[in-house]
C-alpha cells in the first residue's frame, strides 16, 4: 500500500477516538463508526484534551451504518471485546488487500477475529495509554500513549516485522503516536496482561483506583502475586509453543510495572469504568483466557482463578452471563 493510507475506526471511543483523531490530525483520511454519539460527532467532531496537547477536529468522516464507510487500507477495531462477536456486522466491506488492527486488550482476541474473517492478514496493538471519554466525542488522554505493534500467526509462533506494520508505524508516527514493533505478538501479549490483571480485576472487585491499590501494603502484596502467576503462566506457554527457544519474560518486569504504575496518575482501569457504567465487562479475554490457558498446561495460578471467579460474579449479577465457570 502506497501512503497515504485510508482508515477505519471501529468503536470512537477513549481509544478509537484518540488514536484516530491524531491519525485525522496528521492528515490521513480517517472514518470514524459510532452509534450513541454519531449526531454529536457528526455536527461538532471530535475533541481531544491531551496531555500532548489539546486539539479540535470540527469536521470528521462520522458514520452510523458500517455499510455506508468507504474503502479503505486498514480497519481499526476500537471496540470492547464484548462485542466481538458482532464483529461481521459492524465491519465496513473489506477489500481483498485490507487489513485488520485490533487495539483491544486480553489475550485470544486476534484468534476468534481470525476465525470470523479468514483468510485476512491480521495485526494487533497493544495500548499502553490513560485515556477516558468524558462525553459525546469528548476524550481526555491522561498520560502515556505508546502502541505496540504485531502480526498474528494462528500457529502462535513469532513472525517478525512485515512490510505492512512497518508502513502503518510510519502513519502512526506521523501522527505522534509513539509506536513500537514487537517480533512477538503472543509473548507481548502476556506482558500486557501482567498489568491487567491485576489492576482491571481488583478495582472491580475491591472499588479501587490504582494509586489505592498501590498505597496499601496487603493489596499491593496482592498486585505483586498475582503479576507472577501471569509470569509464571505466560512462560510456560512460551516454552510450550516453542520448546528451547526462551520465550519467556524478563525476570524484572514486575519490579518495573511496580515502579510504572507507582509514577502513573491516579487512575479508574478500564474495567472499573465500565463496571461503574453498568456496561458489560470484558471478563472472559483478560481474566478468563489466561486462567485456562494455565490450568491447560497444568500451572497453579489460584490468586488469578478466584479473582476471576469474582469478575465474572459481579458481572453476571448485572448481565445474567450464566453459571461461574468452576
Known amino acids: 500500500m502506497s501512503a497515504p493510507r485510508r482508515y477505519a475506526i471501529i468503536?470512537?471511543?477513549?481509544?478509537?477516538g484518540y488514536y484516530g483523531a491524531r491519525l485525522q490530525q496528521s492528515g490521513c483520511e480517517v472514518h470514524y463508526l459510532l452509534r450513541s454519539d454519531y449526531d454529536p460527532v457528526r455536527q461538532q467532531g471530535l475533541r481531544v484534551d491531551s496531555t500532548a496537547g489539546d486539539f479540535m477536529l470540527p469536521r470528521v468522516n462520522a458514520y452510523s451504518n458500517p455499510a455506508d464507510i468507504p474503502p479503505v487500507d486498514v480497519v481499526i477495531i476500537a471496540l470492547k471485546t464484548t462485542q466481538n462477536d458482532r464483529l461481521t456486522e459492524l465491519l465496513p466491506p473489506l477489500q481483498p488487500e485490507t487489513i485488520v488492527l485490533t487495539l483491544q486488550n486480553g489475550l485470544g482476541i486476534e484468534s476468534?477475529?481470525?476465525?470470523?474473517?479468514?483468510?485476512?492478514?491480521?495485526?494487533?496493538?497493544?495500548?499502553?495509554?490513560?485515556?477516558?471519554?468524558?462525553?459525546?466525542?469528548?476524550?481526555?488522554?491522561?498520560?502515556?500513549?505508546?502502541?505496540?505493534?504485531?502480526?498474528?500467526?494462528?500457529s502462535g509462533q513469532p513472525v517478525g516485522i512485515t512490510e505492512i506494520m512497518s508502513a502503518i508505524a510510519q502513519d502512526f508516527s506521523q501522527a505522534q503516536i509513539p509506536i513500537d514493533l514487537t517480533a512477538d505478538l503472543f509473548m507481548a501479549r502476556w506482558r500486557k496482561l501482567v498489568w491487567n490483571v491485576p489492576?482491571?480485576?481488583?478495582?472491580?472487585?475491591?472499588?479501587?483506583?490504582?494509586?489505592?491499590?498501590?498505597?496499601?501494603?496487603?493489596?499491593?502484596?496482592l498486585v505483586e502475586t498475582l503479576m507472577a502467576e501471569v509470569v509464571a503462566a505466560a512462560n510456560a506457554w512460551g516454552e510450550q509453543r516453542s520448546p528451547g527457544q526462551n520465550r519467556t519474560l524478563p525476570p524484572s518486569l514486575i519490579a518495573e510495572m511496580l515502579t510504572t504504575t507507582d509514577?502513573?496518575?491516579p487512575y479508574r482501569t478500564s474495567m472499573k469504568l465500565d463496571y461503574d457504567e453498568g456496561r458489560p465487562l470484558e471478563v472472559e479475554v483478560i481474566l478468563g483466557n489466561p486462567v485456562s490457558a494455565a490450568l491447560q498446561m497444568g500451572v497453579a495460578v489460584p490468586q488469578m482463578q478466584m479473582l476471576y471467579q469474582q469478575v465474572r460474579f459481579l458481572d453476571s449479577l448485572t448481565h445474567g452471563r450464566g453459571s461461574i465457570a468452576p
Request: net charge negative.
Open 11 to 16: 468503536g470512537t471511543g477513549a481509544i478509537g
Open 112 to 154: 476468534d477475529i481470525a476465525r470470523q474473517l479468514p483468510g485476512r492478514t491480521i495485526l494487533g496493538g497493544l495500548c499502553f495509554i490513560c485515556s477516558n471519554k468524558i462525553g459525546p466525542g469528548h476524550i481526555r488522554h491522561l498520560d502515556y500513549g505508546q502502541v505496540l505493534l504485531g502480526a498474528y500467526d494462528a
Open 199 to 221: 489492576y482491571n480485576g481488583l478495582s472491580v472487585v475491591l472499588d479501587a483506583t490504582t494509586d489505592e491499590l498501590m498505597a496499601d501494603s496487603g493489596t499491593r502484596a
Open 263 to 265: 509514577q502513573m496518575q
